[in-house]
């Protein structure tokens, strides 16, 4: 009785065991899935690999070195070399998400899962609040679930190299006389790491090739992404010192006049009569702004930081839409910038300003 009563218990072990590796298959696909999307994203994307410019690596650190407690490290390092920062992450992210899929270095590529989605919730997801509006978080849990309770042997090319290279039973032989010696578990390693390497290289490699021809041929064809965006001055751009660039000069298009009353001027009313919109700075927080004249005729301006993870907005005056180019987070400037959909729950914050009936000249109020 007691060896049948611990041949059930046995049974039951077994059984709860293959239903709860069956339970984190969907997790796997999930996870492994979206990194190896968002890793041939970001390569395939024309604007994400630049230093600077809508969309781009460049832009989303700068933004990130606003509120990130990981500021110090994006000034210091990240900003000097974005494009490499972003081929990197993206190389990153496929590998992660090919590990998963296939089992390859599991545990490992779950871990660096985990540790990617936490770097992100210290840059990208730092300003969300509350916090669970953000999804770096649960991604990193998710990382770690799959990373304490490896694959099971469930899908898995590791397991299923071991099974065929275990001996078969053939009438005739000595089944003992055909018991191979186990490969080493360093060998196992450096092939599994060896061939997500390539696999990695290779889903990479063409992806990496053909967002370059698309940028390439966005440049020379003066095509854009589907946004007709006019600004009669680039946004403001975080130094390399630290931040948002309060101190930085602004171009020479820029309007930094100070009339009288210690109101400075935003836009000069030439310039929004020849653009729909003016990319400037507010001299009071060093924030970028956003000047935007509307259909209607009348001018509002916004502060131009995105308020779900703080990249620089833009104005796109064929939908007349305030859009945020890193995570699509979409605002309505005509109605104190609501939010009209992406991930954020917060309008941006207006500017008090005073347009000159005369000239048309945009300044804050003092």
């Known amino acids: 009785m007691t060896i049948r009563r611990q041949n059930r218990t046995e049974q039951r072990s077994a059984a709860g065991g293959s239903v709860a590796t069956a339970a984190l298959i969907p997790l796997r696909i999930f996870l492994g899935g979206t990194f190896l999307y968002a890793g041939l994203d970001k390569l395939l994307d024309p604007t994400f690999l630049a230093a600077a410019g809508p969309g781009s690596i460049g832009d989303q650190l700068q ?200 109101a400075t001027v935003l836009a000069k009313g030439s310039q929004l009569a020849s653009a729909a919109s003016v990319s400037t700075y507010d001299p009071a927080t060093g924030d970028p702004v956003l000047v935007i004249k509307l259909p209607s005729g009348s001018v509002v301006a916004y502060d131009a930081v995105c308020t779900h993870a703080g990249c620089t907005v833009q104005y796109d005056p064929r939908s007349a839409i305030i859009w945020c180019p890193c995570h699509g987070a979409e605002f309505d400037p005509a109605h104190k910038a609501r939010v009209l959909g992406g991930p954020t729950f917060t309008p941006l914050a207006a500017i008090p300003i005073t347009v000159d009936p005369s000239s048309g000249d945009v300044t804050t109020k003092a």
């Open 63 to 262: 933004a990130f070195a606003r509120n990130s407690p990981l500021a110090f490290l994006i000034n210091g390092i990240a900003l000097h070399v974005p494009v490499l920062i972003g081929l990197g992450m993206a190389v990153l992210e496929i590998a992660i998400g090919l590990g998963t899929l296939a089992g390859w270095l599991f545990r490992l590529s779950a871990g660096l899962g985990a540790a990617v989605s936490l770097l992100f919730w210290l840059t990208a997801s730092w300003s969300t609040t509350p916090y669970f509006y953000g999804p770096d978080l649960p991604y990193a849990a998710g990382w770690l679930t799959l990373a304490l309770a490896g694959t099971g042997g469930a899908w898995s090319l590791p397991a299923w190299f071991e099974a065929r290279e275990q001996p078969r039973r053939r009438p005739g032989f000595d089944r003992r006389s055909m018991i191979a010696a186990p490969p080493s578990e360093e060998r196992r390693r450096f092939l599994q790491m060896m061939g997500l390497g390539a696999a990695t290289l290779v889903i990479a490699g063409p992806s990496l090739l053909v967002g370059r021809i698309a940028a390439m041929t966005k440049e020379g064809g003066g095509g854009d992404d589907g946004r007709a965006l006019v600004a009669a001055t680039p946004a403001p751009t975080a130094t390399a010192a630290g931040g948002s660039a309060a101190t930085a000069a602004p171009s020479a298009a820029a309007a930094t006049a100070t009339p009288a009353g210690g």
